[in-house]
Each structure stands twice: as structure tokens, then as C-alpha cells.
């Protein structure tokens, strides 16, 4: 697998409780590197956008309303397999079933509130990507 980049969110939960630098640990420590990354405070339709491919879910509203609750810090992480090895650092969406070491694990409140996003995919990494960053903010 080539060097690859992936997006990654630090979520409200976690920017209100000042985790931005213990998270960012446990990437780099990954071997992802942070090669963009801006602290942003969603609007309520910003967030609804970028969550848009889950708004028939029962939880969108939910998502919504906590994703613009407060800061959010925006990355664009790169290295080898980097969608993978970010989802496998963030660990399982459900705190409760997420393995030792884990962000999600560490660090999580609750399903919703589960401190981190990662892409799920090559494709959505590069859409997510584009959503926050222009090219020229990418410093590989
Ligand atoms: P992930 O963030 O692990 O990719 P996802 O894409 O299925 O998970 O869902 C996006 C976010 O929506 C997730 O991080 C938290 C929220 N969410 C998912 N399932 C939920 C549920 N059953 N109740 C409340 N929030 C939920
Ligand atoms: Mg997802």
C-alpha cells in the first residue's frame, strides 16, 4: 500500500475538553502525519452537509445539532495506508466496543460523542479533504 491521505476530525466533545494534543499523539504516534489541520466552528447546515450521506438516519438530527455544538479541529492526515491505520487508531464508533489504546477507547463519551472522524474510504477521504482544504493547504 503507497502513502495515501485521509480526513480526519477532532470532534466538539473533545476540542471542550481540551484532547486536541493527546489525540494528535496518538495519531502521530500511528505514524500518520498532520499534513493540514484548522480549528473551525461548524454552522448547523455546515455540519448537516458534510454529514448528508446519513440524513435518513434517526440520529441525524442529533449529529447535526452536536457537531456544531462547538469547535471542531479539521486534518488532513498522510502515510502509509493512512485511511486504515487512522480508522484502527480511532476504534470502533461504539466507545463500548472499541479496543484498548483506541481514541474512541481513551477517550469517547458515548456513541455519539465519540471525540473523532475518520474517512471510510479512499474516495470519501478525497471529498471530506476538498470540503475543508484547498490544495495549497496541504503541506505533505
Ligand atoms: P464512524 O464515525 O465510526 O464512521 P458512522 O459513519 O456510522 O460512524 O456514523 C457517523 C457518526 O454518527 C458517528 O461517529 C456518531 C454518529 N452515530 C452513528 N451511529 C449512531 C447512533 N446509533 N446513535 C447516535 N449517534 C450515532
Ligand atoms: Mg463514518
Not at 7 to 21: C, E
Not at 55 to 71: A, I, N
Not at 97 to 110: C, M, N, P, Q, V
Amino acid at each position: 500500500m503507497a502513502t495515501q491521505r485521509t480526513f480526519s476530525m477532532i470532534k466538539p466533545d473533545a476540542t471542550k475538553r481540551n484532547l486536541t494534543g493527546k489525540i494528535n499523539a496518538k495519531l502521530e504516534e500511528a505514524g500518520l502525519r498532520i499534513i493540514a489541520q484548522k480549528r473551525v466552528h461548524l454552522t448547523p447546515a455546515q455540519a448537516g452537509q458534510f454529514y448528508a450521506v446519513h440524513k435518513d438516519r434517526p440520529f441525524y438530527g442529533e449529529l447535526v445539532e452536536f457537531m456544531s455544538s462547538g469547535p471542531i479541529v479539521a486534518q488532513v492526515l498522510e502515510g502509509e495506508d493512512a485511511v486504515a491505520k487512522n480508522r484502527e487508531v480511532m476504534g470502533a464508533t461504539n466507545p463500548a466496543e472499541a479496543a484498548d489504546g483506541t481514541i474512541r477507547k481513551d477517550f469517547a463519551l458515548s456513541i455519539g460523542e465519540n471525540s473523532v472522524h475518520g474517512s471510510d474510504g479512499p474516495d470519501t477521504a478525497a471529498e471530506e479533504i476538498s470540503f475543508f482544504f484547498s490544495g495549497l493547504e496541504l503541506v505533505g
